[in-house]
């Protein structure tokens, strides 16, 4: 009472202070309060974050492409199906003006077992062969720069994010489809939900191991070709003249193009989205009623208060903010230990399940206007009886 | 005279909630939303060993035969099927079934887009699957060219209509029909074909077999069987039993997979959330009476009675929010299963645990609200 007097006391009219002190005067309780909005909220955080993770760990291969245009089939759904085309329409995409490189990118996620040093069963891998005299196919430090190494017999690169059970990291020799392969380097790019591990090795490698295969690395079918444009042509121009010149059965995308194909993809038939819609609902529910049930008991038990300043001629529409300003700052005060508490949650899930959970910006301005939201939606439904309050019938 | 006390804290806790309704509603919906959130997330958190084991729950088989290298049901490896011949004569074997995987590809004659689908090759007669629309739509499988596709092969591979022709890895085939399975997680779409068709189409021979399922006779002890195969066969195959094979899935779909990790973690963000709510709203309601707490102390009543008094009243809200709950969860379920194809099923004993959990969550954070009734002073609170 006393806090409140103050405060109207030094800032007639003023709408926070009375918020604020409201806020601040009973500290239990106000620990309490933001600890039940904060899970609420963490709740959120963490459905939001899984939903973006799964979409970033899903794309991190393509993201990581190293080109301006890829050439592929036209009849590929997704980048991570095998769906080939002839190795001599690289000729051709190489002769189309404008083209300043363009260089092979064979892959595999279905046919190459690694032997893992742990449990010494083979385990599916995802393979990507690279022609090493070529300029290189990915961004990635550790496959960029250690192209070269994989010019000699039986090397491959291996993610050093990969599932521990296939024992990559640190691995210096294994067996691929049953083969001696020596471990020549590692990279982190992480797994996704198809592939536990990735293995990087030259193109010559990747036919020797290709089962079945009799074929020599020339004659191998190319998975993407990967094309970087003469400085000074537009990407848009030489795509035009790349779709012109290549039969019809190829299809030639920019890298947005690339990743917004496979994100398309992942995002109508994986049922990530509304899985996580649905986790991201049910903490907006939590999160209203606690934040209701907050605000509720805080305001039957300062009715007396709120009916007296009715009864010394303070309006209703003044009650009303101060109740919002309120429920903001609670809300508030539930999501700053949140937003904290969220970072070492994100940090424990990237370490165990090997997810790329980033806090960032977006994250951080939706679940923050979502917060406000059930706040402030909470506190619109407590105000009624702030309203109905009747000074003549509360004493 | 204990009976008589609690008797007395009852009624005294139900006469509290009776006493304010709106806020004993508002306590209701609080426990109410906790125990709904902790079951939604279970029900993902279960939801993903389930789609695991989908198939192997419609498939006819006492004992499995697999490679050693076995990882989960699409990756299974295979082994030389004259171990599943020498299985056959193995006492208390009825019948041993190869049962064939395949990855294929599956495109519109007519061009388009080339599917993943994943193969499955058997022989009909043997009636593998306990699937109504495979066992009745025998003859049609065992027409050359021709498949039955599952019904929840996803939308994008187009109309699954009988005489629909379509290519698997180039070969030209005939839908005969559709079968009620559910693809579990073999991928977006599965296809069955009787093993001729199937061996025509992968080029795969019949000696490589990836599954064995062995049925026994009646009365023969599966345990016992099971010791007999792993006698009986070479080190290169294991044996599971269908409780071993639960376990082996269970533990690769929870274990290996970031999916299993990803609702593992939801469902214990959950049940920390729930035990917030639970608090909050025991605590919100102990504090309001705790002029009448104290009231009652200066009376007479022991600390042990108000701890009862406030035990039964969480028990009561617990109990009386529960049922809505799991209701509304069932609901809820339903609406996963048609949106996101998971088969989330809410079985007894996961309806008993989240129960159990949230009897003993709001036990525990009654407990934690108590601390200011126990130290209620009659002459601090008026």
């Not at chain 1, 080109?67 to 001599?88: C, E, I, Q, T, W």
Request: aromatic share 8%; net charge neutral.
């Amino acid at each position: 009472m006393a806090a409140l007097d103050l405060s109207l006391r030094l800032v007639p009219g003023a709408t926070v202070p009375l918020a604020w002190r409201n806020l601040v005067a009973d500290k239990w309780r106000l620990l309490r309060s933001s600890a039940g909005i904060a899970f609420a909220v963490l709740l959120m955080l963490v459905q939001l974050g899984f939903e973006r993770a799964f979409f970033d760990a899903s794309l991190a291969a393509v993201r990581q492409l190293d080109g301006d245009l890829f050439v592929m089939n036209a009849s590929k759904y997704r980048f991570g199906a095998r769906d080939p085309f002839a190795h001599r329409e690289l000729g051709a995409i190489r002769a189309v003006s404008g083209v300043a490189s363009a260089a092979p990118l064979y892959a595999d996620w279905q046919d190459f077992f690694w032997t893992s040093p742990i449990d010494g069963k083979p385990h599916l891998v995802r393979i990507f062969a690279v022609d090493p005299d070529q300029p290189p196919v990915f961004l990635l430090s550790g496959i960029a720069d250690q192209q070269s190494l994989l010019k000699a017999e039986g090397a491959v690169l291996v993610d050093r994010r990969s599932r521990r059970f296939l024992g990559m990291d640190g691995a210096t020799a294994a067996k691929l489809n049953g083969q001696n392969v020596r471990v020549a380097g590692n990279f982190a790019l992480g797994p996704d939900f198809m592939s536990d591990g990735t293995v990087i090795t030259s193109d010559r490698e990747f036919a020797r191991l290709t089962p079945g295969n009799r074929g020599s690395a020339a004659a191998l079918p190319i998975e993407a070709a990967v094309a970087k444009v003469r400085p000074g042509e537009t990407i848009a121009a030489v795509q035009q003249r790349l779709s012109a010149a290549l039969p019809s059965s190829l299809m030639v995308m920019t890298k947005p193009e690339i990743v917004e194909f496979e994100r398309k993809f992942q995002a109508q038939l994986s049922s990530a989205a509304p899985i996580f819609f649905l986790g991201t609902l049910v903490g907006f529910a939590v999160g209203i009623l606690i934040s209701y049930q907050i605000i509720y008991t805080d305001l039957s038990d300062r009715l007396p208060q709120y009916a007296t300043l009715k009864g010394i001629g303070y309006r209703n529409s003044y009650l009303v903010r101060s109740v919002l300003a309120q429920a903001a700052l609670t809300g508030v005060a539930g999501y700053v230990p949140a937003w904290l508490l969220s970072l070492a949650v994100y940090r424990i899930i990237r370490s165990v399940a090997l997810l790329p959970l980033h806090m960032t910006p977006q994250l951080t301005a939706i679940s923050f206007a979502l917060t406000l939201g059930m706040c402030l939606l909470a506190g619109a439904l407590a105000i009624r009886r702030v309203i109905a309050a009747d000074p003549a019938e509360i004493f | 005279m204990i009976l008589r006390r609690l008797r007395v804290s009852a009624e005294l806790a139900w006469r509290i909630l009776i006493h304010e309704k709106g806020r004993t509603a508002l306590a209701l919906a609080g426990v109410f939303i906790a125990i709904l959130l902790v079951f939604i997330e279970l029900g993902f958190f279960v939801a993903v060993p389930q789609g695991g084991m989908l198939v192997y729950d419609h498939m006819r088989f006492d004992l499995l035969l697999t490679s050693t290298d076995y990882q989960f049901q699409a990756q299974p490896w295979q082994f030389a099927r004259d171990r599943l011949t020498r299985a056959a004569s193995v006492a208390g074997v009825a019948k041993a079934t190869p049962l064939y995987f395949a990855g294929g590809s599956w495109q519109d004659p007519g061009g388009g887009v080339k599917l993943d689908v994943f193969l499955l090759g058997f022989d009909p007669a043997a009636r593998p699957f306990a699937v109504a629309e495979l066992e009745n739509q025998r003859n049609m499988l065992e027409q050359p060219g021709t498949i039955l596709v599952d019904d929840t092969t996803r939308t994008i591979f187009g109309p699954l209509q009988a005489g629909r022709e379509i290519q698997i890895d180039g070969r030209r085939m005939t839908i005969g029909g559709a079968y009620h399975l559910g693809t579990g997680f073999l991928g977006i779409g599965v296809a069955a074909m009787d093993e001729a068709n199937f061996f025509r189409v992968t080029g795969r021979r019949a000696d490589a077999v990836n599954l064995g399922l062995i049925e026994l006779a009646p009365g023969a002890d599966s345990g016992i069987v099971a010791a007999a195969l792993r006698q009986a066969l070479p080190g290169d195959v294991e044996i599971f039993t269908r409780q071993t094979l639960a376990a082996q899935e269970d533990s690769y779909w929870t274990t290996r997979t970031s999916v299993g990790l990803i609702f593992g973690s939801g469902l214990i963000v959950a049940l920390i959330v729930g035990l917030m709510v639970l608090y909050q709203t025991l605590a919100t309601q102990i504090a309001r009476h705790l002029p009448q707490f104290a009231t009652l102390k200066a009376i007479g009543y022991t600390d042990g009675h108000l701890t009862a008094v406030v035990l039964v009243e969480a028990v009561i809200v617990v109990g009386v929010a529960f049922l809505p709950a799991a209701a509304a969860a069932m609901g809820v379920y339903a609406l996963i299963r048609s949106e996101t194809l998971l088969p989330v099923v809410l079985t007894p004993s996961h309806v008993a645990a989240v129960l159990a959990a949230t009897l003993l969550m709001s036990v525990g954070s009654a407990f934690l609200s108590l601390g200011s009734v126990r130290r209620a002073d009659p002459a601090d609170v008026f």
